[in-house]
């Protein structure tokens, strides 16, 4: 339980918060408000804790019925989510952005296979369901949690260093702006490594192909090398 308390309970509740707050700032969107942001995190919260306490008291009906509501909770926000970056002002999303919100897709998809492994609904033997665990875990870990945390520290990484070094020279002619500070093509292509290395490590790992699960590590660690690379740059400069 401590795993799902940590993951579910913990990273995932603070990143849905705060992404509510963020995202509309970074992609700059108008008319955000509150949205369901209090109903989702209330939601969360009740479904979350009926799954895990109907669990420990072995009762399969209100588990199922704690892991529906979350699933239906992840979805509003991911529809909250998508009327965020419809309603957003400058049409452009940088790298760093679309890698959090890329994130929102990994959330869904993590929470639709679990659900089904749940349900016993894949016609796997034990030993692929092991496998098909394990990548809700990468789908999760690295592709909800680790995207979303990596794309928004591209924003606020190079914001930091802007308000340290240049807050006080705003209007001088050689003040760069926050933007200017970063590598949005390093992001680019760090972004593409690292999600074209969880992809292919998800399918390899779930069908049982060391090699080819092995280099896509490889290509997901060196997109994992480039964009925290580019973050150390960043913050470097100070």
């Known amino acids: 339980f401590h795993l799902i308390l940590g993951g579910l309970g913990w990273f995932t509740q603070i990143i849905i918060g705060v ?11 108008t008319g955000a408000g509150d949205l369901h942001v209090r109903r989702v995190c209330a939601s969360f ?15 399969t009906a209100g588990a199922a019925a704690g892991r529906t509501v979350v699933g239906v909770t992840c979805a509003v926000y991911a529809w909250d989510v998508r ?17 959090s919100l890329v994130a929102v897709l990994y959330l869904i998809l993590a929470a639709a296979l679990s659900a089904l492994l749940l349900a016993r609904a894949l ?16 789908l999760f870990a690295c592709g909800w949690v680790g995207s979303v945390i990596l794309g928004m520290l591209s924003k606020i990484v190079p914001m930091l260093v802007w308000l340290d070094l240049f807050a006080g020279r705003v209007g001088e002619r050689d003040t ?21 290395g969880l992809l292919t490590l998800a399918v390899a790992f779930a069908a049982g192909h060391p090699v080819a699960a092995t280099w896509a590590a490889a290509l997901f660690l060196l997109g994992v090398v480039v964009l925290a690379g580019t973050l150390i740059g960043v913050w470097s400069a100070r």
């Not at 016609?123 to 496998?131: E, F, N, T, V």
């Open 176 to 196: 760069p702006t926050i933007a200017q500070l970063i590598d949005e093509r390093a992001v680019g292509l760090g972004g593409i490594g690292y999600h074209a």
């Open 19 to 29: 992404s509510y707050k963020l995202i509309p700032m970074f992609i700059t969107t």
């Open 83 to 99: 009327g965020m970056v419809k309603r957003r002002i400058r049409r452009r999303i940088g790298a760093g952005m679309k890698q």
């Open 45 to 59: 919260n009740i479904g979350l804790l009926l799954a895990l306490l109907s669990a420990a008291g072995s009762w």
């Open 123 to 138: 016609p796997i033997d034990g030993l692929s369901a092991d496998r098909w665990v394990v990548v809700a875990g990468l």
